[in-house]
Nanobody
């Protein structure tokens, strides 16, 4: 069973940057076998999908975050990252990563790919 744990959240001032990590463990643990999506949910709001990264490293983003959010991964570390730049208070939320098995050569797509493994989330708070 795949297990995911997010890290890297915290309190950040507006205009700052943050890099979130999503580390996989269990069996199989390598992110080579999975597509990984990033989501966030703020209190009182619905969950929104931000991005996904395919086993081969290709990415897809929601239009609203293009230019500020960048997904990447390090297969050797079994870790996927989400770099967030120019943070503003509207980015305050719990950020989650999610995974689904996907063969190499196929690509994930925001709004279409379905996930069955989820991490517990990490809190990001943007405030002065």
């Amino acid at each position: 069973q795949l297990q995911l744990v997010e890290s890297g959240g915290g309190l950040v001032q507006p205009g700052g940057s943050l890099r979130l990590s999503c580390t996989a463990s269990g069996s199989p643990s390598t992110v080579v076998y999975y597509a990984i999506g990033w989501f966030r949910q703020a209190p009182g709001k619905e969950r929104e999908e931000l991005s996904c990264i395919s086993p081969g490293g290709t990415t897809d983003y929601h239009d609203s975050v293009k230019g500020r959010f960048t997904a990447s991964k390090d297969n050797a570390k079994n870790t996927v990252y989400l770099q967030i730049d120019s943070l503003n208070p509207e980015d305050t939320a719990v950020y989650y990563c999610a995974a689904t098995f996907m063969p190499l050569g196929r690509q994930c797509s925001v709004g279409e790919t379905q996930y069955n493994y989820w991490g517990p989330g990490t809190q990001v708070t943007v405030s002065s």
